[in-house]
């Protein structure tokens, strides 16, 4: 079964760009813009993953939601403090632009397919 990635982000060019790049290292995609959106998805096709932009995963640490499932974050930040800080919110790895396919690849293989990132039933919304 073909793994699925949740895409969250208000930008349409980026969201349409990283979807291009998930979908060529072999994985499905779905998209959201906003985080109510990314919600009710999540809900209906309990996606394996998640990755966002860096201010929808602010968002969801200004809220404390709590993360089920492994939520990958793509940003322009690169600073070592923020990024310390966003894996120690919850985010299990951080991708910083530019970001080839390549980079894509590395980091959902990794993630989807550990033992211990398995994806686990959502009982509830993915947040």
Known sequence: MIKKVLLVDSNPEYRHA????VRRVGYDVI???AIA???????NDQPDL???AD???AWLKAHQFPIRIPIVIYTAQQTAAWMDEAL???????????????DVGDV?????HSSR????????PLL
């Open 18 to 21: 990283m979807a291009s790049a």
């Open 31 to 33: 998209q959201a813009q």
């Open 37 to 43: 959106e990314a919600i009710e998805r999540s809900a």
């Open 50 to 52: 998640v990755m966002m």
């Open 55 to 57: 201010e929808v995963a």
């Open 88 to 102: 120690s919110n919850g985010a299990v790895a951080i991708l910083t632009k530019p970001i080839s396919s390549a």
């Open 108 to 112: 959902l293989r990794k993630h989807l």
């Open 117 to 124: 990132n398995r994806p686990r039933p959502i009982p509830s």
